[in-house]
């Protein structure tokens, strides 16, 4: 990489261009790759749980980012199952408002409080995290979307209903301070 060009760079620059503009496919493609497989043990696919997260955050009147970041929650799971909170949330996160990716990266930890007891971990692990701005928003998006969204008997909306959206999304120029407001805490839902 060190004797690369100036020129050598602009050209690697206007060749990534066509592969960015596919992420959103290669998003799709991977939620369709959860829907084929379930971790055992599971009542529904990881797809299934993703679309159950967004259609409850859509019905609750949640916005775009809110949306998209709650189907996308668990993308991570295929690649990084030990830490797909963070791996979901660098999914996202140049493309989507800062506290929509910070509540993605930590949700795991703030679903701890419904389980860890059953393992012997602290399922109050997510107090250490209780003065950041974007505690409350976690809490209440593990509460409403997450662990509720497990349920066989759920009717979701279907992928492609969500596919414009995740595609509007990825579209966004990357990192656009405009996007990303970083600071802004923004409400899970139009009420």
């Known amino acids: ?34 829907g084929e497989a379930s971790l055992e043990g599971y009542p529904i696919t990881r797809l299934d749980h993703g679309l159950q997260a967004a259609t409850r955050a859509e019905r609750d009147g949640a916005d775009l980012d809110w949306i998209v970041g709650a189907l996308l929650h668990d993308i991570g799971d295929g690649l990084a199952p030990q830490n797909h ?68 008997d759920y009717d979701p909306k279907p992928l492609a209903h969500f596919e414009p959206m995740v595609r509007e999304v990825f579209a966004r120029k990357a990192y656009d301070p405009e996007v990303l407001r970083e600071g802004y805490v923004s409400r899970l839902t139009a009420a």
């Open 1 to 34: 990489m060190k004797d690369g060009t100036k020129e050598d760079y602009m050209l690697l620059r206007e060749l990534e261009k066509p592969y960015h503009a596919l992420t959103a496919d290669r998003i799709l493609d991977e939620l369709r790759r959860q």
């Open 85 to 152: 909170d963070r791996f979901s949330a660098e999914v996202i996160r140049p493309f989507v408002r800062w506290d929509v990716a910070w509540v993605v990266e930590h949700h795991g930890i703030f679903q701890m409080l419904y389980y860890a007891h059953h393992y012997g971990w602290d399922e109050n692990a997510r107090e250490r995290f209780r003065d950041h701005p974007c505690f409350d928003s976690c809490a209440e998006f593990c509460e409403r979307w997450d662990q509720s969204s497990f349920d066989p």
